[in-house]
């Protein structure tokens, strides 16, 4: 595709619920990428994948968030038993050079009740 | 937590004006990256600039780096209004993978 993609694009949940938030990196793109952004701030990392290998999962805020790239491709998010505080944008980006200039999805705004 | 921090946090100009953006960061690169993202959208990538460059241009934007200062700065020139948005920079440590971004900078432009 032309670009990252992310879907849904909105997810209202009820605290306690399972969300999976999806993401299509950029055809070809080696490098995934999760980030979590909360309002007014810069995007944390979460975790980050090499083909299905996921090389990084320190930026994880607790054993309820699981990522996972079966196929070094398409990327799921989970996150088990949302709490208020998941509440955040979620972004994802590919990358696919030596420079890792990362491309951004529109992200998905997650909102936990 | 976050390396970059920017300063200013909000910046309010006249369109036609410049708009500068500094950014500050703690640890050694590869690279700085600079993204702008507008209210309730994604990151948009504007420009890289590598640790061996200190100055690099694209279109009206002009990105510095000095890394013995471990600072950056973004200038928009003749701004315009649909240059309203936040913006970041991004560092990528020497490990790679994960980019640390700034807290950002958010800049009006008005008509």
């Known amino acids: 595709g032309a670009g990252v993609s992310q879907s849904p694009r909105y997810k209202v949940a009820k605290r306690g619920q399972d969300v999976a938030l999806r993401c299509d990196p950029i055809?070809?793109?080696?490098?995934l990428f999760w980030y979590q952004q909360a309002l007014g701030q810069g995007p944390e990392f979460l975790t980050y994948f090499q083909n299905e290998a996921q090389l990084d999962k320190s930026g994880l805020p607790s054993d309820r968030f699981f990522a996972e790239r079966p196929e070094g491709s398409v990327s799921t998010l989970k996150i088990q038993r949302t709490q208020q505080e998941d509440s955040a944008v979620y972004l994802c980006?590919?990358?696919?050079?030596?420079?890792?200039?990362?491309?951004f999805g529109p992200g998905t705004r997650l909102t936990v009740l | 937590s976050q390396q970059g921090e920017e300063d200013p946090q909000a910046l309010s100009i006249q369109e036609g004006e410049n708009a500068t953006m500094n950014c500050s960061y703690k640890t050694s690169i590869n690279n700085l990256q600079w993204y702008r993202q507008n209210s309730g959208r994604g990151l948009v990538h504007l420009i890289l600039?590598?640790?061996?460059?200190r100055e690099k241009h694209s279109g009206r934007l002009r990105v510095t780096l000095d890394t013995s200062k471990k600072s950056s700065s973004l200038l928009i020139t003749a701004s315009r209004a649909a240059d309203t948005a936040s913006y970041f920079c991004?560092?990528?440590?020497?490990?790679?993978?994960?980019?640390?971004f700034g807290q950002g900078t958010e800049l009006s432009v008005k008509p």
């Open positions: 980006a590919s990358s696919g050079g030596q420079l890792n200039e990362q491309f």
């Open positions: 055809s070809g793109h080696v490098s």
């Open positions: 600039i590598r640790s061996n460059e």
């Open positions: 991004a560092t990528d440590p020497p490990q790679g993978g994960k980019l640390i």
